[in-house]
């Protein structure tokens, strides 16, 4: 009785639920035929113009904004946008045309990197401040320079520190280097060879190693060791500062290696030279000085020639003979600089090696610089750092044509073996040859020979890797009278006038 009255009321239940969902489903019809219905003019005004999917997902020219030249005829000139910087130095020791000295150096620096030098400030201190290296004072005072002439970037005149640094930044709200980075910044513009952007590589990362900066994710620790977790990632891990250094680490060993393997090949041809007898004779000397355009004036290299500081960074290294015939080998060396940072000298070591391997070093100083006994010193120091005291020198005062006499007639009378010379006009240059054939070492034996004409290979030996006295013409040879290296003194020695009769 029970169950046969409640079947028809979940019947009836059953037949509403249907008649509901199908009120639904007639509703919604109604209302998509009713949006499909609606005029173009109202749907673009809702949801603007509709494109297909193809023409959603595509990246869409714009029309008009190329720049590439269409007439190649045409000449269009674009002002680059330079960094406005300015300069600041710390005056410790010396006169201030010492400092004003150092500082225009900076902005010499500054522009053979790029930038456009707005001004420059000295402060007389007895150290640099630890802080902000010129004090917080003066750090404001440099924060109203900077607004005044809109510059973005400060370049100090020292090695700054990595707190310096910061607490400088934080003052002046641009962005801080030293002398260093800008040196280095030059370096990297100028190398050319796989050994120079080697070298500059490795110097760029001794210096940044440890003036990396972290903050927010690179302070975070990643986990410990283990795989995967669970009970070995006991510690507190290492944040990614500590890999950052890591990373740069294994970096510079690579390099370093690499370096090495180069520096092999340079050996190689060394001991080559050496082998041969053949003397060799490095130019050293200060930046700008004009070192390149005396080894093209000596042996017509044609090795680039540019008014700018380091503009040639790789050796080069040419074949040269003496107005007596004998052959040197003439090697280029990278430029000097006051205060050249350390990690320059370290990485360019097998470089500079070239001077400390040579029987004589040209030590080339700009004639018309206001200060050249400071270069002179600057790079005798890195001479002293590169174990080459020992080596003859001369000194070479070039650019005498544009040079004060005054200033030419103070060095040469302090440095006693030295010449003016310009390398653009050609003057001195012949002087020059021949110093440089009377100071190359001589070889040790004399000897005389009676050479057969069939053997005049050793004849043309006795010219090139020795010094003829005398050589005259007989019906049974050449009687030759030189001083030559013992290897062919030995060969000579059968043909000796004695031996003969």
Known sequence: MTSSSSLPQAARSAAQKYAEGLAKDLRADALMEEDVAWSHEIDTDRDGDQFDRSDRAALRRVAGLSTELEDVTEV????????????????????????ENSLA???????TAGAVVL???IQRRDKPDAATYIGSGKARELLDIVLETGADTVICDGELSPGQLIHLEDVVKVKVIDRTALILDIFAQHAKSREGKAQVALAQMQYMLPRLRGWGQSLSRQMGGGKGGGLATRGPGETKIETDR??????MAKMRREIADMKTGREIKRQ???????????IAGYTNAGKSSLL???TGAGVLVENALFATLDPTVRRAETPSGRLYTLADTVGFVRHLPHHLVEAFRSTMEEVGDSDLILHVVDGSHPAPEEQLAAVREVVREVGATSVPEIVVINKADAADPLTLQRLMRVEKRAIAVSARTGQGIEELLELIDAELPRPEVEVTALVPYALGRLVARAHTDGEVISEEHTPEGTLLKARVHEELAAELAPYAPAATG
């Open 76 to 99: 269009e000139y674009r002002q680059l946008r330079l960094e406005r910087v300015v300069l600041v130095g710390v005056w410790t020791s010396g006169t201030v045309n010492d400092a």
């Open 105 to 111: 150096e900076l902005a010499a620096l500054a522009e």
């Open 119 to 121: 001004d420059g400030v």
């Open 246 to 251: 890591r990373r740069i680490r294994e970096k």
């Open 272 to 282: 080559e030279r050496r082998r041969n007898k053949v003397p060799s004779v490095a």
């Open 296 to 298: 093209n004036r000596l």
